[in-house]
């Protein structure tokens, strides 16, 4: 029997993770090894719609080259070893910590050929960087061919971006176009897209340029076939150990608490939000500060800050709320998960939005928690050690009164586009048998009217999302499934909130749980994937339409 293109597509996806797994435990391997061959031709098999053109022969993928490279540590393409670590004491040496533009993390350039990378948010954060890696590697000999003959000779092209590099790196002056015409030739594409793509990556501040990180894959490719230096990915034995141990969670809730603990909060009642460190702070604050009234005020004064307008109100909303019960606890366990702390006792007005009042009653004034965005897996081992009681020194033991659990997450819309509102009714883990329906308070009709488009249904919690195609998804929404979308956290928020509120009976049995998403992309369509680029001003609407939606349902007394 024929197998159909999503059934190898998902063969591919659990051969991709099998195998990470598997390397992961042995150590290291050569991505052009034996070893690393294996995650190549299954990237290659799945060919995910984030990276474009991956599987043709010659053509580089560049929008989705600058999508990887705004993931990784700058000068990444320079290094022929990399070497994945836990938070092993760096952060105290000489060394310069660069930090990527989208995906925080502290990586340090050991040396002209080292670049180690900080891995602190578990699984997730390991599958991906490998999938990023695999996709340079497999560009990188692409690169190679297009630069050299069938004999090994040079080409003329490549020899002349070398001295076009040469130039950029002393900072001398050169001949853009050019050096476009000879790059073109190496990426394998038309002027007029090599050109374009050069600009993309002017307009990145935290890469370098297209030309150097072409020219620098290449050389490395090129080194290992003529000269035998192999490149090598590695992982630390303390990252082989931590991995799966909670060891960051642990830390990162324990100092939550522990300032809960400190302010005299830990026996009020708590929302806990996972969301955008910005929303929350500014739709309370600016009714608070400001006396918004509707969505459509709050919406106004967000827009006017997201863009940075003359005299917008973000200082003063912050102002304001840091002397009326907003504390800000920053990250130093390593999660990159900062919080915000709302106390309502301490705030100047009694209601927290218009028509929306605080209990009168001070024990039962909340405490808002609000997390920053968890990634993958790193979302069960936070809330899971978030939701425990907090033990003191003296051995005492305060279970936390956590009323209800909001998810705010950004997704990838299946049946609808950008900027679009998903309501979870469940979450299915990709991969696995695991699903988890619940109760969502939030429902489709709290978001009709307000111009979004918004849909209810199954939503797929994935292993990554460069690892999705077209097949695969098409499967998910037209089967029986009928999934409106896809991330990758709610089945271990979910998760982490059954086990700590049904089996070990932490938190209340009847927590109320709040999920929505907007739609950071579709990746059904060309041109709508991540890889496109950010969601920018049209994200505002969505995400201060859920915020508003969850302090509604969390406080209004209707």
């Not at 022929?80 to 660069?98: C, D, H, K, P, V």
């Not at 476009?180 to 993309?200: M, N, P, Q, W």
């Not at 991969?431 to 109760?439: Q, R, S």
């Not at 049904?502 to 950071?520: C, D």
Request: aromatic share 10%; net charge negative; with cysteine.
């Amino acid at each position: 029997m024929k197998r159909t293109r999503a059934q190898e597509s998902r063969a591919a996806i659990e051969k991709l993770y099998i195998t990470m797994r598997h390397l992961f435990m042995r150590g290291s391997y050569k991505p052009m090894g034996v070893s690393g061959e294996s995650l190549v031709d299954s990237l290659l098999v799945l060919s995910p719609e984030i990276y474009g053109l991956l599987a043709q022969d010659e053509k580089i993928e560049l929008d989705g080259l600058l999508y990887v490279m705004e993931r990784l540590p700058r000068g990444i393409e320079e290094c022929r070893y990399i070497r994945l670590i836990s938070r092993e004491g760096y952060e105290n040496s000489t060394f310069q910590a660069i930090v990527p533009a989208k995906r925080k993390r502290n990586c340090y350039r050991v040396d002209d050929d080292q670049m180690y990378v900080e891995m602190t948010r578990g699984r997730s954060d390991i599958y991906d960087i490998l999938t990023h890696l695999t996709f340079l590697y497999i560009e990188s000999e692409k690169i190679k061919s297009n630069s050299t003959d069938a004999k090994g000779r040079i080409d003329l092209n490549w020899e002349m971006l070398g001295k076009i590099i040469e130039k950029e790196e002393k900072g001398e002056e050169f001949d853009q176009e050019v050096a476009c015409s000879y790059l073109s030739h190496v990426i394998g594409r038309t002027f007029d897209e090599t050109h374009e793509a050069v600009k993309k990556f002017e307009s990145s501040p935290h890469t370098n340029s297209l030309f150097r990180i072409v020219y620098h894959l290449g050389k490395l490719a090129m080194g290992e076939v003529f000269e035998g230096k192999d490149r090598e990915i590695s992982f630390s034995s303390t990252l082989r150990q931590r991995v799966g141990h909670h060891v960051y969670g642990e830390l990162w809730a324990n100092k939550i608490k522990s300032v809960l603990f400190e302010k005299g909060l830990i026996e009020r009642p708590i929302h806990i939000v996972s969301a955008n460190l910005h929303s929350f702070l500014n739709t309370v604050y600016g009714h608070q500060a400001l006396g918004l009234k509707s969505f459509e005020e709050v919406e106004q004064v967000a827009m006017e800050i997201s863009v940075g307008s003359k005299n917008h109100k973000g200082k003063e909303i912050l102002s304001y709320a840091q002397k009326n019960g907003f504390i800000q606890v920053d990250d130093e366990s390593g999660t990159n998960i900062h919080v915000q702390l709302i106390d309502t006792l301490a705030m100047s007005k009694d209601t927290i939005l218009h028509g929306c009042p605080l209990p009168e009653d001070p024990k039962k004034r909340p405490v808002i928690l609000i997390m920053d965005y968890a990634f993958g897996e790193q979302a069960y081992e936070c809330f899971d050690e978030l939701l425990k009681p907090y033990e003191t020194e003296d051995g005492k033991s305060y279970p936390l009164n956590v009323l209800s659990a909001s998810i705010m997450g950004k997704a990838g819309i299946l049946t609808g586009k950008k900027g679009d509102i998903m309501i979870p009714d469940s979450h299915v883990f990709e991969g696995t048998a695991d699903n988890y329906p619940f109760k969502n308070e939030l429902s489709k009709k709290d978001f009709e009217g307000y111009g979004l488009g918004v849909c209810q249904g199954t939503m797929f919690t994935v292993l990554g999302t460069s690892l999705q195609n077209k097949d695969v998804l098409s499967y998910l929404m037209e089967s029986s499934w009928k999934a409106i979308g896809l991330e990758m956290e709610g089945a271990h928020y979910q998760k982490a909130i059954q086990s700590e509120s049904i089996i070990r009976q932490s938190i209340r049995k009847n927590v109320k749980v709040l999920y929505a998403y907007y739609a950071s992309d579709n990746p059904l369509e060309t041109g709508s994937t991540l890889a496109s680029g950010a969601l920018g001003m049209e994200g505002v609407k969505p995400t201060y339409l859920i915020t508003y939606k969850i302090l509604q349902k969390l406080f209004s007394k209707g």
